[in-house]
């Protein structure tokens, strides 16, 4: 199981940026699949997150309306598209599986990560 995290880089508040999740060594549609993100000094929060069974989304509350998650399953790749960046969004992002196929909040739940990808919004 990989996961390959790519997209990130600095932004102006207000910009767009859409991370990339490459993934391999399984079924995409057999996990959830969430983003994270880390910003100095501050716990790893759940961002998004898409469930297994019927592909429902969820958002953390800073982020609902500015950023959307997809999943492209033939590709096998995730998305998560940011707009809307404001700096407080600066962290790094990371993609996650978790094999139980539901969504949780807690990173703990998440079996398989990859590396991060730094976002950076600032003028």
């Known amino acids: 199981v990989q996961l390959q995290a790519s997209g990130g880089g600095l932004v102006q508040p207000g910009g767009s940026l859409r991370l990339s999740c490459a993934s391999s060594?399984?079924?995409?549609?057999?996990?959830?699949i969430a983003w994270f993100r880390q910003a100095p000094g501050k716990e790893r929060e759940r961002v998004s997150c898409?469930?297994?069974?019927?592909?429902?989304?969820y958002y953390a509350d800073s982020v609902k309306g500015r950023f959307t998650i997809s999943r492209n399953s033939a590709e096998k790749m995730v998305y998560l598209q940011m707009n809307s960046l404001k700096p407080e969004d600066t962290a790094v992002y990371y993609c996650?599986?978790?094999?139980?196929?539901?969504?949780?909040?807690?990173?703990?739940?998440?079996?398989?990560w990859g590396q991060g990808t730094l976002v950076t919004v600032s003028s």
């Open positions: 996650a599986i978790r094999t139980l196929g539901l969504c949780s909040i807690s990173s703990h739940d998440y079996d398989y």
């Open positions: 060594g399984f079924t995409l549609d057999y996990y959830a």
């Open positions: 898409i469930s297994r069974y019927d592909g429902r989304t």
